[in-house]
C-alpha cells in the first residue's frame, strides 16, 4: 500500500481535461509545497513534469498544471492527447524520518 | 548529467543485492542522489539517498536491510540491499534531485531488472 492515493485509472477524450487527485497526511502533502508529478511510459524511465507542486520543468508543456489544496495534491491535464496516455505518479518530500513518499500511480488513458 | 545503473541480473534469495550507479556530466559530490525502484507492474518506491557530504536517508521499511555508498573517485554512486527475497524483484533505478531535501527527481539512469530467483 503506496503512501499517497492515488486512483488507479481515469480516462476521457482528446481535447478534453482530466485531473488526478494525490491524497497525503499533514506529514508529508500537507506540510511542504514540495510535490512532484512523473509521467512514466510503458518501458521507459519516469520524467518529471510537475515539481514544487505548480511548477513545470522546461520542455513540459503547460497542459500540465499543479495544484495543493490541504494534504490533496491535484495534477490536471488540459487539451488531452494521444500521447498523454501513460503512468503518472505523484511524489512528496515528507521530512522526519519518513522523507519521500510516492502514490500508487494513476493510468491515463485516451479514448 | 546522466546516470547508468549496472550490476547483475539475478540475484539468489538470501544474498546481496548490489548495483551500481556511474554518473557523467557532472560530479557526485555536488548532488543528492537517490536509489529508487519499480517491481514489475507496480509503483515507484523510494529507497533511499545519499547527500554531498556523504550522509544518508533511507525508506523506514528497507532500513535495516539498504545501504548507500559514494565513490567519488569514480563518481559512482552504490546499493546494497541485504537478505533479498522475490518481493525485491524490481527496475532499479538512479535518479539525480535537483536539490536537497526535495521529491524532485530530475535526472533518471535507464533503469537495471534485478530478478531474485534461484
Known amino acids: 500500500q503506496s503512501a499517497l492515493t492515488q486512483p488507479r485509472s481515469v480516462s476521457a477524450s482528446p481535447g478534453q481535461s482530466v485531473t488526478i487527485p494525490c491524497t497525503g497526511t499533514?506529514?508529508?502533502?500537507?506540510?511542504?509545497?514540495?510535490v512532484s508529478w512523473y509521467q512514466e511510459h510503458p518501458d521507459k524511465a519516469p520524467t518529471v513534469i510537475i515539481y514544487?507542486?505548480?511548477k513545470r520543468p522546461s520542455g513540459v508543456p503547460d497542459r500540465f498544471s499543479g495544484s495543493k489544496s490541504g494534504n490533496t495534491a491535484s495534477l490536471t491535464i488540459s487539451g488531452l492527447q494521444a500521447e498523454d496516455e501513460a503512468e503518472y505518479y505523484c511524489?512528496?518530500?515528507?521530512?522526519?524520518?519518513?522523507?519521500?513518499?510516492f502514490g500508487g500511480g494513476t493510468k491515463v488513458t485516451v479514448l | 548529467v546522466q546516470l547508468q545503473e549496472s550490476g547483475p541480473g539475478l540475484v539468489k534469495p538470501s544474498e546481496t543485492l548490489s548495483l551500481t550507479c556511474t554518473v557523467s556530466g557532472g560530479s557526485i559530490s555536488n548532488y543528492y542522489l537517490s536509489w529508487i525502484r519499480q517491481p514489475p507492474g507496480k509503483g515507484l518506491e523510494w529507497i533511499g539517498y545519499i547527500y554531498h557530504s556523504g550522509g544518508t536517508k533511507y525508506n523506514p521499511s528497507l532500513n535495516s536491510r539498504v545501504s548507500i555508498s559514494s565513490d567519488t573517485s569514480k563518481n559512482q554512486l552504490s546499493l546494497q540491499l541485504t537478505s533479498v527475497t522475490a518481493a525485491d524483484t524490481a527496475v532499479y533505478y538512479c535518479?539525480?534531485?535537483?536539490?536537497?531535501?526535495?521529491?524532485?527527481?530530475?535526472?533518471w539512469g535507464q533503469g537495471t531488472l534485478v530478478t531474485v530467483s534461484s
Open positions: 499533514s506529514s508529508d502533502i500537507g506540510a511542504y509545497d514540495l
Open positions: 511524489c512528496s518530500y515528507a521530512g522526519g524520518s519518513t522523507h519521500v513518499v
Open positions: 535518479a539525480r534531485h535537483s536539490r536537497g531535501y526535495s521529491s524532485d527527481f530530475r535526472t
Open positions: 514544487d507542486v505548480t
